[in-house]
């Protein structure tokens, strides 16, 4: 299994602005997917990120407002943008398959 | 849409004892399943999977139960302990936007008494 580390653990942030987050793989990997889990609430997958491709975004999410980057096998990051209340969710990032995922331990966000 | 869902959010349950979190999913096509446990402040941590073509599989202290007929998943924790106390998520695998993916269940929250 990899291992997932990611940044910032929590944060808080006013309404309007945008929060980068990190995700970094101990290992290469060629699929690394990102999720949200809303307060109290499953995981909901916002996209799909291969190394050399752009991501691919399931229904109800758009680029402009989570944009997400690729740079390598190890890495990459998501971007929560021109935030309102309504993103205060959990943002986890997994690698893996459709059939295997390990997941990193999320980042807590507080949109004020 | 597909969807797959939890009849108990939340179980209470003594130490020791056993507990069963159920899971029914509407995706006829889906062939592999997975649950995942989450401890607080944690990601989720994979558990056991199962295949359609398998009813029942078995790990340590842990059984999945998959019922194709009426597209119903179960997980049974043998004699529970205070650390199986998390949240517990069904997954199955469906096809999306960018191949197959994993579709996750509402979570069952497991409350293990002392």
């Known amino acids: 299994s990899a291992v997932i580390s990611q940044k910032p653990s929590r944060d808080i942030c006013q309404r309007g602005t945008s929060l980068t987050i990190q995700c970094q793989v101990d290992?290469?990997?060629?699929?690394m997917f990102w999720y949200r889990q809303q307060p109290g609430q499953s995981l909901t997958l916002i996209a799909t990120?291969?190394?050399?491709?752009?991501?691919?975004?399931e229904s109800g999410f758009v680029i402009d407002k989570f944009p997400i980057s690729r740079p390598n096998l190890t890495f990459s990051t998501l971007t929560v943008s021109n935030m309102s209340p309504e993103d205060s969710s959990i943002y986890l990032c997994?690698?893996?398959?459709?059939?295997?995922?390990?997941f990193g331990p999320g980042t807590r966000l507080t949109v004020t | 849409g597909e969807s797959v869902g939890l009849h108990l959010p939340t179980l209470s349950v003594q130490e020791g004892d056993n507990s069963i979190i159920n899971c029914a999913y509407s995706?006829?096509?889906?062939?592999?399943f997975i649950w995942y446990k989450q401890e607080s402040g944690k990601g989720p941590q994979f558990i056991i999977d199962?295949?359609?073509?398998?009813d029942k599989r078995q790990g340590q202290r842990v059984t999945v139960l998959l019922n194709k007929t009426v597209k119903h998943l179960s997980l049974q924790i043998a004699a529970t302990q205070p650390g199986d106390s998390a949240v517990y998520f069904c997954?199955?695998?469906?096809?999306?936007?960018?191949?197959?993916?994993?579709?996750f269940g509402g979570g069952t929250r497991v409350l293990v008494k002392p």
């Open positions: 997994s690698v893996g398959t459709a059939y295997e995922q390990y």
């Open positions: 997954a199955e695998n469906i096809f999306g936007a960018a191949g197959n993916k994993l579709t």
């Open positions: 199962i295949r359609s073509n398998m």
């Open positions: 995706n006829s096509a889906s062939d592999y």
């Open positions: 290992s290469q990997v060629t699929m």
């Open positions: 990120a291969n190394q050399g491709s752009e991501a691919t975004y």
